[in-house]
């Protein structure tokens, strides 16, 4: 390829004359005083002043323009050249991106007889198909197989801790807690799920145990001048049961003899 050639443009032009020339001529009218009757006359003065400097621009770019006709020329024929690169190129490239899928092939088969070295397990594999933890960074070149391993085993590892974590809650949901875990691979998210449950349900035995001692006392809270009836029943507590039991007999009003067999 030849080296280009360049000698700088050179434009004639007489800068320091021009300047005192112009300057001279512009002082002229700075210390011109105009009044009400001359306010005409000062507005064709400005008018005329900056036509003639429109005037000297529209040169200026004129000049710009000629100036740079052979640079252009120059680019286009340059660019025409540079793009003559292209067949070449793309011809090697084709070849470097066949090399590479063809890579990316092969680290993917390596890939899946990895994951079915380490993830064989039908119970983690239900919660852990490759699908699930594949990584797309695994088929670079720079990412190696340790690095793969490491990363397969941290997740079999997390789904591991998931189930044994949900299935020792010992929930009435844990079906659906697992449900949650195997869609979202999330422990926060299936521990969420069943402590909401647990505590949703513990404020409904609280409201059911609220109404049903409600409707206990209403029915059998005795009656000012009533007349009461002995009953006898056979039931078996514990300590604790007694003592509960007692507690809300006294709460609500009934009286009772405890009779130890």
């Known amino acids: 390829m030849n080296e280009i050639t360049q000698v700088a443009g050179k434009i004639s032009f007489d800068f320091e004359g021009a300047k005192t020339k112009l300057e001279a001529y512009c002082n002229e009218y700075v210390g011109v005083i105009f009044t009400e009757d001359t306010k005409a006359d000062a507005k064709k003065r400005v008018a005329s002043l900056r036509k003639e400097q429109k005037e000297w621009l529209s040169m200026v770019k004129e000049a710009e323009t000629e100036y740079m006709k052979p640079f252009a020329e120059f680019k286009e024929k340059a660019f025409e050249l540079a793009r003559i690169y292209d067949k070449p190129i793309c011809a090697i490239n084709e070849q470097i991106e066949a090399f590479e899928e063809s890579r990316k092939k092969e680290k993917d088969a390596r890939i899946k007889e990895i994951f079915g070295e380490m993830v064989f397990e039908p119970d983690i594999l239900a919660f852990l198909p490759l699908e699930k933890v594949y990584n797309e960074k695994w088929k670079n070149a720079t990412y190696s197989e340790k690095q793969i391993k490491d990363d397969i085993m941290e997740a079999k590892r997390n789904v591991k801790l998931g189930l044994q974590t949900i299935k020792a809650m010992e929930s009435d949901i844990e079906d659906k807690a697992l449900q949650v875990f195997k869609e979202t691979l999330s422990l926060p998210e299936a521990i969420k799920t069943i402590t909401d449950y647990e505590q949703n349900k513990k404020v409904f035995k609280a409201k059911v145990a609220e ?51």
């Open 211 to 261: 109404e049903t001692r409600a409707e206990v006392i209403e029915t059998f809270a005795p009656v000012d001048g009533g007349e009461t009836s002995d009953y006898h029943y056979t039931i078996f507590l514990t300590e604790d049961g007694k003592a509960k039991l007692e507690a809300f007999m006294d709460s609500i009003g009934i009286e009772y003899v405890c009779r130890e067999d």
